[in-house]
């Protein structure tokens, strides 16, 4: 069994889709560890009534982008994990992380992208009068959210819909989406080749 880091900075709702997909044996890995760079955040309450191992690494503590990701690194190779999850983890990780762990950490990003990466997506969304949104999970590269999609999502944009109304009905599909194509990669059903993204039958 595969084991999995899923890292974290709020409220840990796709962690807790995560972790229940494991409980209910709908994910063939193991949440092995949880990292959060900011403390007292809900998913860390989360993990722990999950019995998960945590750990809080506050990037303010670290002088650079490239020494937090080696910290980073070096704890996920110590819990022995073979992939990452970023889920709601609100930080760009750098090419250190990304070479410890070649196509090996995964993100959810709250639009369909390319279109609004970065913060905000579904603001950005709904000032661009987009009747369409939804939710992508990718590969990520050195890039803002421009690595290889895996998966994606749709959700309609309704007249009337603010930015909170937006992002619960976009939450309701990563949590379906994010832990089963998790899974597919588990199982080692994901060739990657390029930008293209191929799933093998299973
Ligand atoms: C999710 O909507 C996720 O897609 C987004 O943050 C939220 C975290 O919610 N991630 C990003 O915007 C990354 N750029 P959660 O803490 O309840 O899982």
């Known amino acids: 069994m595969k084991n999995l880091a899923v ?5 840990g709702s796709n962690l807790q889709a995560i972790l229940d997909a494991e ?12 990292i959060s760079n900011v403390d007292g955040v809900h998913a860390l309450e989360r993990a722990r009534a999950a019995n998960v191992e945590t750990l809080v690494l506050p990037h303010r503590s670290f002088a650079t982008r490239e020494a937090y990701d080696d910290a980073l690194g070096q704890a996920l190779r110590s819990a022995n994990i073979d992939f990452v999850a970023l889920a709601g983890f609100m930080r760009i990780v750098s090419s250190r992380l990304l070479e410890a762990f070649p196509s090996r950490v995964i993100n ?3 639009s369909l992208l390319p279109a609004f990466p970065g913060l905000h997506a579904q603001r950005q969304a709904l ?3 987009v009747k369409v949104s939804g939710c992508t999970v990718h590969f990520v590269d050195v890039g803002c959210d421009s690595g290889a999609i895996i998966a994606q999502a749709a959700v309609p944009v309704l007249d009337g819909d603010d930015e909170a109304a937006l992002t619960a009905r976009i939450l309701v599909e990563e949590h379906r989406l994010f832990p089963r194509a998790l899974q597919l990669f588990a199982e080692g059903r994901i060739e990657l080749e390029g930008r293209q993204v191929r799933v093998r039958n299973g």
């Open 127 to 129: 000032e661009h009068g």
């Open 7 to 11: 890292l974290v900075s709020g409220n």
């Open 23 to 34: 409980a209910k044996q709908q994910l063939s890995a193991h949440v092995r560890l949880v």
């Open 108 to 110: 959810i990003h709250p």
